[in-house]
């Protein structure tokens, strides 16, 4: 089946720093989706974003279908951002897989 | 509010002893999903539903059963639950186009549900 990998695993940051998290998947995809789940264990969707480039305030993410890959970006990180990122792509009708996450913490 | 709720958010049970866990969405969602998620391995998707009446294996089915008898309601059945399936799991909800191939929209989750068997 198919495979999604994120890295990095883990990303530590100053408050204020931008990073890049990115997630490759392995075969063709009807979509993709982006998650923060916040360290009470709540999920909320970010993205959805099966091509293209979005923006939402100090986030924005790129999926390069062709290419098998996304990036989401986070810019002027606050200690806020801290949590799991994990982004999900649905290969055939319904079904998603979601990738390992990259964990994020940001240091005030 | 838009939400999904799942009921209980927390239940310690014995191995063997029925249990299900609700999961409702008051979005009028046509797709709705189950998933556990485990240390080290993420989130794992175990059924879910493009509509009414109809329910689809994810990657981990097994000792689960799931009904759509109605649009907003979705709930996980564990018959002989083991310690195996202690975790936490997520109901979510999102729009749907029927017949669509990729038809899942940006997906709601509910709070959790965290399950110990022992």
């Known amino acids: ?15 204020g720093a931008n990073s890049t998290l990115r997630c490759n998947f392995s ?3 009807n979509n993709l989706q982006w998650f923060h789940q916040n360290p009470w264990g709540q999920l909320i969707n970010l993205f959805y974003i099966p091509s293209g480039t979005k923006q939402n305030g100090r986030l924005s993410a790129t999926t390069v279908a062709t290419e098998r890959y996304s990036l ?3 810019s002027s990180s606050q200690t806020t951002d801290s949590g799991v990122y994990f982004c999900a792509v ?19 | 509010e838009a939400q999904v709720t799942q009921n209980p958010r927390y239940l310690i049970t014995v191995t063997g002893k029925k249990l299900t866990v609700t999961c409702s969405q008051n979005m ?26 109809v329910t689809d294996k994810g990657d981990v089915p097994e000792g689960y059963k799931v009904s759509r008898k109605e649009k907003r309601n979705f709930p996980l059945i564990l018959e002989s639950p083991s310690p195996n399936q202690t975790s936490l799991y ?3 909800s999102s729009f749907a186009l029927a017949g669509v191939p990729s038809s899942s929209y940006e997906q709601y989750f509910g709070p959790g549900t965290r399950l110990t068997v022992t």
């Not at chain 1, 079904?95 to 913490?105: A, D, N, P, V, Y």
């Not at chain 2, 189950?34 to 009414?52: A, E, H, K, T």
């Open chain 2, 90 to 92: 997520f109901c979510a």
């Open chain 2, 28 to 53: 009028n969602h046509e797709y709705m999903s189950w998933y556990r998620q485990d240390p080290g391995l993420g989130l794992r998707q175990i059924y879910y539903s493009m509509n009414v009446e």
């Open chain 1, 27 to 29: 075969d063709s995809v």
């Open chain 1, 72 to 74: 989401l970006y986070i």
């Open chain 1, 1 to 15: 089946g198919i495979q999604v990998e994120q890295s990095p695993p883990d990303l530590i940051l100053q408050e």
């Open chain 1, 90 to 108: 649905e290969s055939q009708g319904g079904k998603l897989i979601f990738g390992q996450g990259t964990e994020l913490s940001v240091k005030p």
